[in-house]
């Protein structure tokens, strides 16, 4: 069974199909989820509560690829996941001003912006990545997979260690670095109590590849 999970986008899909989907990932042993934007603009709401779901508390890394302009529900939806990857011809559009209160504070983090005026209308791959909002950007053409190497590189790591990555992330965000510092201390003195632990020790004085079992 794959350990990287990818969904692309339908005409005309619904949130709770996407985040029916989602969950089904959950249940087995994927590792790391990418959502591919869909070949058109026809997409189903995406209000914040679950643009907050997706990034606070569904427990796998969610990736979303995209090579087109994203506008409106399909760009919140992509605000909610973990990491973004365009290719060179890419855009999105934000518009702080229609976003309600959840996307417009998660976009506003992202960009390390203080108020959703400050929120620029429309983002180039380019801009977006100097900006912060996306990862990587390749060649036209080239975003899924570039999406799929990454994803192929993080589903090699422990389960629980990327898991809790998420976490320390989102958690720190908002808090003092002293804090945020602290808590990702205690989060790593957690997975010290695991057999995944263990694993990375003796694969690394074997000097062979680990094989996490997310325990």
Same mark, same amino acid.
């Given at each position: 069974?794959?350990? *990287? ?6 005409? =005309?899909?619904h949130?709770?199909?996407?985040v029916?989907?989602?969950e @089904?990932?959950?249940d087995?042993?994927?590792? *790391? ?10 997409? =189903?709401? +995406? ?5 907050? +779901?997706? +990034?606070?508390?569904?427990p796998?890394p *969610? ?5 087109? #302009?994203?506008? @409106?529900e ?6 909610g ?7 060179? =011809?890419?855009?999105i /559009?934000?518009?702080?001003?229609t ?5 417009a504070?998660?976009a506003?983090?992202?960009? /390390?912006?203080?108020t ?8 180039t ?8 909002? *996306?990862?990587?950007?390749? &060649?036209?053409g080239?975003?899924?997979e570039?999406a799929?190497e990454?994803?192929e ?5 422990g389960?629980?260690?990327t898991?809790?990555?998420k976490?320390?992330? +989102?958690?720190?965000l908002? /808090?003092?670095?002293? #804090?945020?510092?602290?808590?990702e201390?205690d989060l790593?003195?957690?997975? /010290?109590?695991t057999?995944?632990?263990q694993? @990375? ?7 062979? &590849?680990?094989?996490?079992? =997310?325990?």
């Amino acid at each position: 069974m794959s350990t *990287v999970k990818q969904l692309k986008l339908a005409p =005309g899909v619904h949130a709770e199909d996407v985040v029916q989907e989602l969950e @089904g990932f959950t249940d087995g042993k994927a590792r *790391v989820v990418v959502i591919e934007a869909g070949a058109t603009q026809d997409f =189903g709401a +995406w209000p914040g509560e679950l643009v907050r +779901w997706l +990034w606070q508390d569904y427990p796998l890394p *969610v990736i979303f690829a995209f090579d087109k #302009q994203l506008i @409106g529900e399909e760009a919140a939806l992509a605000l909610g996941c973990d990491i973004r990857i365009c290719d060179e =011809g890419a855009a999105i /559009q934000l518009n702080g001003g229609t976003m309600d209160k959840l996307t417009a504070a998660r976009a506003c983090t992202l960009l /390390q912006l203080e108020t959703v005026e400050s929120i620029p209308a429309k983002l180039t791959g380019a801009q977006a990545l100097e900006d912060g909002l *996306v990862s990587r950007v390749g &060649p036209k053409g080239s975003a899924r997979e570039l999406a799929k190497e990454v994803a192929e590189v993080i589903a090699t790591r422990g389960p629980i260690a990327t898991r809790l990555a998420k976490e320390a992330l +989102w958690r720190g965000l908002n /808090q003092p670095l002293e #804090q945020a510092l602290r808590f990702e201390t205690d989060l790593t003195l957690l997975l /010290q109590a695991t057999k995944d632990r263990q694993e @990375g020790v003796r694969a690394f004085l074997e000097k062979r &590849p680990p094989k996490f079992i =997310g325990e």
